[in-house]
């Protein structure tokens, strides 16, 4: 059973930066793709961003693209989400989520592609 846990979550001010922390017991971190996820009140989650397991590919929602950043570290089974710029529209839990894939593909914006995901980390942002 993978276990994820985020971190790195918090308050921030509009414009501020955060970076949020997806860490794993896995000990075939490298094989997985892992993807960054959120939810505000009263809405569904919401694809944020995604790394194949390499880190050869990203994708992005439009709405991130240019201020936040996806990158992983494999030796320290970690995935990082650099968020800059911040609106209070990015106020949301955001969970980390990862699948396992026999290659390096591009990986997928699809919440039900995921297996494994985390309890997530609350972003708030104020305005």
């Known amino acids: 059973q993978v276990q994820l846990v985020e971190s790195g979550g918090g ?13 794993t ?3 075939t971190f490298s094989t997985y793709n892992v993807g ?16 194949s397991r390499s880190g050869t590919y990203k994708y992005y ?4 693209k240019g201020r936040f ?12 989400l650099q968020m800059n710029s911040l609106k ?4 949301a839990v955001y969970y980390c989520a990862a ?9 997928s914006p699809l ?3 995921y297996d494994y995901w985390g309890q997530g980390t609350q972003v708030t942002v104020s305005s």
């Open 11 to 23: 308050l921030v001010q509009a414009g501020g930066s955060l970076t949020l922390s997806c860490t």
């Open 88 to 91: 209070p529209e990015d106020t």
């Open 111 to 113: 919440v039900n592609e």
């Open 36 to 51: 960054w996820f959120r939810q505000a009140p009263g809405k569904e989650r919401a694809f944020v961003a995604a790394i």
């Open 61 to 64: 929602t439009d709405s991130v």
């Open 69 to 80: 950043t996806i990158s992983r570290d494999n030796a320290k089974k970690t995935v990082y």
């Open 25 to 27: 017991s896995g000990r």
């Open 99 to 107: 699948v396992v894939r026999p290659s390096d593909l591009m990986p």
